[in-house]
């Protein structure tokens, strides 16, 4: 199968494609943004966002080293990221077509574990350092 042409009669498809340098980086960083508030519309990344707003600042109290507060604060923000992702995932499904299908049944259950996995090991981290925190001071 051959891919779709990137250029079509009147340039390229996608005018992002042909922004070099400072226009380049200023358009994404647009469209990012573009994409946390889509993002901040997902209930569930509320929620995650929220706790980050608690989290983030008190993975500097619970953190010995700065190795520590890393690990606690990117738990937090890799939870966050993979929310993000698997939304995406979900809107491209959705956008495909409201049947359903084996595939997109997939798709949408492995971004949906990948969300689980990353709460998992944010909350197993979270866990140790705590435990630590209270019990070995």
Sequence with gaps: M???PLHGPSGPANPQKARKGFA??????????????????EK????????AAVLLPASLWIG???????????????????ELLNTGIESAID?????WHALSKRAKDMGSAAVLMSLLLCAA?????????VFNG
């Design 2 to 4: 051959t891919p779709p």
């Design 24 to 41: 380049r980086i200023w358009h994404a960083g647009g469209y990012s943004l573009a994409g946390l508030r889509a993002g901040w519309h």
């Design 44 to 51: 569930a990344f509320r929620q995650e966002a929220l706790a």
């Design 64 to 82: 010995n080293s700065w190795v520590e507060v890393a690990l606690l604060a990117g738990s937090v923000w890799l939870v966050m990221v993979v």
């Design 95 to 99: 956008r495909v077509g409201p049947e």
């Design 125 to 133: 981290i979270w866990g140790t350092a705590l435990y630590q925190k």
